[in-house]
């Protein structure tokens, strides 16, 4: 379900976006400036991304996302081959102006701009493919939001993560030592913390950056996690906070909410569970490990996405 609130702002923007009508939308409190650029007129500079995602100047989002059609950009049109029903592009900067390669939260937030503004027809329980810098992903409309197909996920370093249960060590502001983590690729970085008390995770300082070693060669999104008590044997539930590269901290992270219960199921042992609830400062997302055709593990992504403004850049 979509709630909208009705009238148009004027916000500060900039440059290439001045005139262009915008939205202001999240999932789960993760938000975003989304606006579309269908046949892909309009190349936004890092500069206009941060000057319109600045939370004092500009309308304030974690990121910024284009909605253009694929063929107007080299990586959808690399998708097109074999996928030619990825017609339209999530074209995804980070709040700092940074290219990304994927946010689960701002999949749905997409899927579902499209959707409101008429570009895509997606009755509930339909499904569409969109295309991202991390491959084509497919969406399906729920009854309260949208669920997504992740793709599958993988250890960064396998061999070291199976072995030692950890391949990196995480330094935070509030933790007093040093904590191993473990690095899981979602189509992005990530590096997942193991937490044993919610006062710790309350504790942390997350306005710098954790430091990862070894460093990663793009940087990292880092979750810390906690697992929390529950009498159901059948899902599993956690809680978590995280630093994203190129923003800061976020009140959700989608592809982080995965990478967490992926770190999470693989500590637990075969006996973890395929369905997680997890817990972020914005909500709740749902998270559901399924075996694909080609013998992978695929993550699917459920949760909301709401829209709060519509907006004029000046």
């Not at 940074?98 to 339909?126: I, K, T, W, Y």
């Not at 499904?127 to 399906?140: D, E, M, N």
């Not at 983590?181 to 913390?193: E, F, K, L, R, T």
């Not at 009140?251 to 075969?270: E, L, Q, V």
Request: charged share 25%; with cysteine; glycine share 14%.
């Amino acid at each position: 379900m979509t709630e909208t609130t009705e009238g148009t702002v004027r916000a500060v923007g900039g440059h290439e976006l001045t005139g262009v009508r915008v939205s202001k939308a999240h999932g789960t409190g993760n938000d975003f400036v989304v606006f579309t650029d269908g046949d892909g007129t309009r190349d936004v500079g890092p500069q206009t991304v941060a000057a319109v995602c600045d939370r004092h100047t500009g309308l304030g989002g974690d990121g910024m996302i284009r909605a253009v059609r694929s063929e107007h950009v080299p990586e959808g049109r690399a998708l097109l081959r074999t996928h030619p029903d990825a017609e339209w592009f999530m074209d995804y900067r980070n709040g700092d102006g940074s290219v990304a390669q994927m946010c689960g939260n701002g999949v749905r937030v997409f899927v579902d701009h499209l959707v409101r503004e008429g570009l895509v027809r997606l009755p509930r329980g339909a499904r569409v493919r969109i295309g991202t810098r991390a491959g084509v992903r497919t969406v399906a409309r729920t009854s309260d939001g949208y669920a997504v197909d992740m793709g599958p996920w993988s250890f960064t370093d396998g061999e070291t993560a199976r072995e030692r249960g950890a391949d990196c060590v995480v330094t935070a502001a509030g933790l007093t030592v040093p904590r191993p983590g473990i690095s899981i690729d979602m189509g992005n970085p990530h590096a997942v913390v193991a937490l044993s008390e919610g006062e710790k995770l309350d504790g942390l300082d997350l306005h710098t950056a954790p430091v990862v070693e070894p460093v990663p060669a793009e940087g990292t999104n880092v979750e810390f996690v906690v697992p929390l008590d529950h009498d159901d044997s059948d899902v599993g539930r956690l809680e978590m906070r995280v630093h994203e590269r190129g923003v800061g901290e976020t009140f959700s992270c989608g592809t982080g909410a995965c990478a967490a219960a992926a770190a999470t199921r693989f500590w637990g042992g075969p006996e973890s569970p395929d369905r997680w609830f997890v817990q972020v400062p914005g909500g709740v997302l749902s998270v559901t490990f399924v075996p694909a055709p080609d013998g992978t593990e695929h993550v699917v992504l459920a949760g909301p996405a709401r829209v709060v403004a519509h907006a004029e850049l000046v």
